[in-house]
């Protein structure tokens, strides 16, 4: 694994209530590792605690920490975006995480296909497992500026 020293903005649109990223602390050539801190402005809280089913954003957001990597070190890329277009597991041992939590997300790239991937998705508080997400992603490719669309 590289450890890396990126802004997260650069490589996800996320802002504000929706960015759950605090720190990317690994990428490598086939994943990315996240740092995330529970807060009151997360999406989904509410009583002290986070719905677990906001785990789906952030190995989402994970995934695309590693697209956003990858695709900024192609030489010459204009960029793109990623639209989750399929959740094919979600699998969580916890019903609400609380305030505060630390929480560490992989999401590997387990497939591709032309511009398609597929993702597995780990998070853990400490060393136990609270979520395992399979998410399938189309990746939308940026046009060249140049490019004439008649």
Same mark, same amino acid.
């Given at each position: 694994m590289i =450890?890396?020293?990126?802004?997260?903005?650069?490589?996800?649109?996320?802002?504000?209530? =929706?960015?759950?990223i605090n720190k990317v602390i690994e990428i490598d050539g086939e994943s990315a590792v996240t740092e995330s801190i529970v807060t009151?402005?997360?999406?989904? %809280?509410?009583d002290n605690s986070v719905n677990t089913i906001i785990l789906i954003e952030l190995v989402a957001q994970t995934a695309g920490i590693y697209i956003g990597w990858r695709e900024? /070190? /192609?030489e010459g890329n204009t960029g793109g975006k990623g639209w989750i277009v399929?959740?094919?597991?979600? &699998?969580?041992?916890?019903?609400? &995480?609380?305030?505060n939590t630390r929480i560490i997300a992989?999401?590997?790239?387990t497939f591709s296909f032309e511009d398609f991937y597929?993702?597995?998705?780990?998070?853990?508080?400490?060393s136990d497992v609270i979520g395992e997400i399979v998410l399938q992603v %189309?990746?939308?490719r940026e046009l060249d500026s140049g490019m004439n669309m008649q």
């Open positions: =450890m890396i020293d990126i802004t997260i903005e650069e490589l996800i649109p996320h802002r504000n209530r =929706m960015k759950l009151k402005q997360w999406p989904l %809280f509410e900024k /070190k /192609k399929g959740i094919k597991k979600a &699998i969580f041992s916890l019903d609400k &995480i609380p305030l992989r999401s590997k790239q597929e993702f597995l998705g780990i998070a853990k508080i400490g %189309f990746v939308q």
